[in-house]
């Protein structure tokens, strides 16, 4: 989903001053009237930026997201850090737009200034203490060396081929790195919070580029209401946060009558990875799988909660997946 929301000249000018400035630390700004405005400066009172985080405290809230964009090392072209702080009590809407604007943020300020970008949802992240601990993480996944790389590549294809089938169902250990847009996976993410229960989250490839995008995320979805507000022209892959704990999140994989050839050979394909970077990238637990040829074939029986969730039911297989009368592509060549 590109939210379509932009930075305000302001914010802009702002930046600008930041860079060319050795007493500012960082920018601070906000989501207001469907743009990305200047919200706060703060000064560069020592010269370890570390130091400085403690003042940023003053500036965010426990309850409303915040762009935070620091100054890490001003003789350096590439010296800035863009920061997401995202806390667990915004709304989810909010959460929404700033998780699927980051991106067109540090693009339009200028992509080549930020060495990093950071997503966090604790104020506690943002102290010398807090950075330190990140900075220890990022040192567990040092960058690999050209020839690791190569190798690492190799022994991923080979995990992956070797799964087979079967092995592509559950969790995929071979790493396969699948082109995702801007803020697929924080929308991902937040259907883990116990504020959006009833989010559907839904994705889709942006062809030709077989790039998996974010299609659109909708709040307060009743199950009954699911099957309503999914493509009935196109495939859909829809994640839905169901409202009854017994229920967990489901993962939906749609295919209508009217798709195209493509459309379905990409989105068969795709299924598997895309649930990959559902659960190893966002981190969330998919307690069902279902596919359907048509949105109406999902009822809120399939749906479930509770008992009716339980994947030994009728038409289930071992890895919870249950499948409504979904009609695999014809063989091409034949009539």
């Known amino acids: 989903m590109q939210s379509g929301i932009s930075a305000s000249q302001d914010l802009q ?14 920018v601070l700004a906000s ?100 950075w330190k601990k990140h900075e220890q993480h990022e040192a567990l996944d040092a960058p690999l060396t050209e020839e690791e790389s190569g190798l690492k590549g190799v022994k991923d294809a080979e995990a992956a081929e070797s799964l087979g089938t079967q092995g592509r169902r559950g969790h995929v250990t071979g790493r396969v790195d699948v082109k995702t847009g801007e803020g697929v996976v924080e929308a991902l993410e937040l259907l883990k919070e116990e504020g959006c229960k009833g989010t559907v989250v839904q994705l889709k490839y942006a062809l030709p580029e077989e790039v998996l995008t974010l299609d659109q995320s909708t709040d307060g979805v009743a199950p009954e209401d699911v099957a309503g507000i999914i493509s009935t022209s196109e495939p859909r892959y829809t994640f839905y946060a169901s409202p009854d704990p017994g229920a967990g999140i489901v993962f939906i994989y749609t295919c209508p009558t009217s798709s195209r050839i493509k459309e379905r050979m990409i989105y068969s394909t795709g299924k598997s990875w895309t649930r990959t970077v559902a659960e190893r990238d966002a981190g969330i637990t998919i307690a069902k799988s279902l596919e359907a040829t048509e949105p109406s074939e999902i009822t809120v029986d399939l749906i479930g909660g509770g008992q009716a969730a339980a994947a030994d039911g009728e038409g289930a297989n071992a890895g919870g997946e249950k499948k409504a009368g979904f009609a695999r592509p014809k063989r091409p060549g034949r009539r």
Do not use: W
């Open 31 to 130: 989501i207001q009237n469907e743009q990305i405005v200047h919200t706060n400066t703060v000064s560069a009172d020592n010269s370890r930026f570390q130091d400085d985080l403690q003042q940023l405290q003053s500036h965010i809230s426990s309850t409303q997201a915040t762009y935070v964009l620091l100054k890490v090392d001003s003789n350096a072209p590439d010296g800035y850090i863009a920061i997401t702080f995202v806390p667990n009590a915004a709304p989810v809407r909010q959460k929404m737009l700033f998780a699927s604007s980051r991106l067109s943020l540090v693009r339009e300020l200028g992509l080549e200034r930020f060495r990093q970008q950071i997503f966090c949802t604790e104020a506690s992240e943002l102290t010398a203490e807090g």
């Open 13 to 26: 000018d702002a930046f600008n001053d930041l860079v060319s400035s050795s007493d500012k630390r960082a």
